[in-house]
């Protein structure tokens, strides 16, 4: 690419140089990086690091071509990472660098490239605008009294969506100072105006600690449709193994590193953004047990991801019959239900008394949207009522169970009409034969009804005989 005569070669450097401390500078204004966040990200902006005159002369092919060799500069310097330019919102009118974490790599590695052996804990380094914080406090700037929130903001260089509430959460994780801010209209000013005042809470030791859990190995190679019910199974187990006392909270899960998370759950891919994604969705699905809600925090934001469950009442009461539910057939495998049709029914049984209305579910193309459901995957969206319909049939024709499906008009979306489903009765079997049929079905035994009805015969005889 031809270079304007404006800019020599000495310049040119120069703006290398410039545009690559913009790229590090993206680590050292970091306060805290989440260890599931895939990228950061900087949006360049037109006239980044040049005088009026020389942003006349420059076009943005300059520009990427200067962002390109400082991009080549990074990745030779901090090889955890690799920095490449990267188009916003999908137009090449916004368009800035990724600094994307490279494979099996955590980002203390990229800190620890950039800030050298010299020191020893990378993940400790205070950014610039918590240093500010943190000096201002110590000698009672900041504490003394009031300040506009644009003078602490302008003192600090606290900018972006933030603002100083980042580096007060900073100082809390990496140094232990709990900080309080105190905010108040400012009545004498003519336009809206906020002032505030840092109160020190509590001064500790510091550094974030990843509580103990039980962090299993969750390993599933099955087919799609069969993961949810492994998952509910396998949480069962374990709940199962460790016998918890009393109603106290079981932790299951707890990561602080990619690493930890890839061990406890193998072969999700490399794409960490997701990561979170797919394990809410399978839990929002997963009902352990009426009485054994689960709890997690997967925030995009979150030092930590913990995932637990709790109980309603004594795990000595809920356990027993946990295990006896573990040990019947599920009913998709008792009815011989299709995997949507036993999904379907799944969720329907596992809705609290208090949610429903009139023996109604909420609706069920919500519960498909929150990922609460899966359902309809490869079925056309505009006909998600009529593949309910079908599933309710094949529900009440093969169980004893009667669906119905209802129809639900939506207040919001245009008066959008969405599905609802009802449980208008269980149905007892037939009789005891019908019973023992299924129960051998499912375990895989085949007899006919005749042979099953002239054993029970036996028994009744046998039991008559002996006089019980």
């Known amino acids: 690419m031809q270079i304007p005569s404006i800019m ?3 310049k040119r450097a120069e703006l290398v140089g410039v545009a690559e401390e913009m790229l590090l500078d993206v680590l050292r204004d970091e306060p805290l ?67 994307t974490l490279r494979p099996d790599r955590e980002w203390v590695d990229v800190l620890r490239e950039l800030y050298g052996p010299e020191v020893k804990d990378p993940a400790a380094v205070l950014t610039p605008s918590a240093t500010q914080i943190l000096e201002r406090v110590e000698s009672g700037e900041f504490t003394r009294g009031f300040l506009s929130e ?31 801010v105190e905010q108040k209209e400012d009545s004498k000013a003519k336009r809206h105006r906020m002032l505030l005042k840092f109160r020190v809470v509590e001064r500790g030791t510091g550094s974030l600690r990843c509580p103990d859990a039980l962090n299993p190995l969750f390993r599933y190679e099955g087919e799609r449709a069969g993961l949810d019910l492994a998952f509910r199974r396998f949480i069962q187990q374990q709940l199962l193994q460790i016998q918890p ?20 759950f193998p072969g999700w891919g490399a794409d960490a953004t997701k990561y979170s994604d797919r394990l809410s969705d399978l839990l929002r699905r997963c009902v352990v047990h009426p009485d054994v809600p689960l709890y997690w925090d997967l925030g995009y934001h979150a030092m930590i991801w913990e995932v637990g469950c ?39 049984l596992a809705q609290p008394k208090d949610s429903l209305l009139m023996g109604c579910t909420p609706v069920v193309e919500e519960a498909i949207r929150e990922r609460k459901l899966r359902l309809g995957e490869e079925w056309p969206s505009d006909n998600l009522a009529a593949l309910i319909e079908v599933l309710c049939d094949e529900i009440t024709a093969q169980t004893p169970y009667v669906l119905k499906p209802v129809g639900w008009k939506t207040p ?32 895989g035994v085949r007899r006919s009804a005749g042979e099953v009805r002239q054993a029970l015969e036996k028994l009744s005889d046998d039991g008559a005989e002996s006089g019980e």
């Open 8 to 10: 020599s070669p000495e």
């Open 33 to 99: 990086i989440p260890f599931h966040k895939e990228h950061l990200g900087q949006c360049v902006h037109r006239g980044w690091a040049k005088s009026k005159a020389e942003d006349e002369a420059l076009g943005e092919a300059d520009d990427r071509a200067i962002f390109e060799e400082a991009c080549e500069r990074v990745n030779a310097r901090l090889p955890s990472v690799e920095a490449k330019p990267h188009t916003f919102m999908n137009s090449d009118d916004f368009w800035g660098v990724h600094l």
């Open 150 to 180: 644009q003078s602490v903001r302008q003192r600090t260089r606290c900018f972006g969506y933030q603002g100083y509430r980042g580096a007060v959460e900073e100082l809390q994780v990496k140094r232990g100072l709990k900080l309080e």
């Open 245 to 264: 006392q009393g109603a106290e909270r079981v932790r299951l899960w707890a990561f602080d590193s990619l690493k930890a998370f890839r061990g406890c």
């Open 310 to 348: 709790g109980v309603k009442r004594p795990w000595k009461e809920v356990l027993p019959g946990m295990k006896v539910a573990m040990d019947e057939p599920d009913v998709g495998e008792r009815y011989g239900l299709s995997t949507e049709a036993a999904n379907l029914l799944r969720w329907v």
């Open 412 to 443: 919001y979306w245009g008066g959008r009409v969405d599905t609802k489903v009802r449980l208008t009765k269980a149905r007892a079997p037939a009789d005891v034969t019908d019973l023992v049929l299924r129960w051998l079905e499912a375990r």
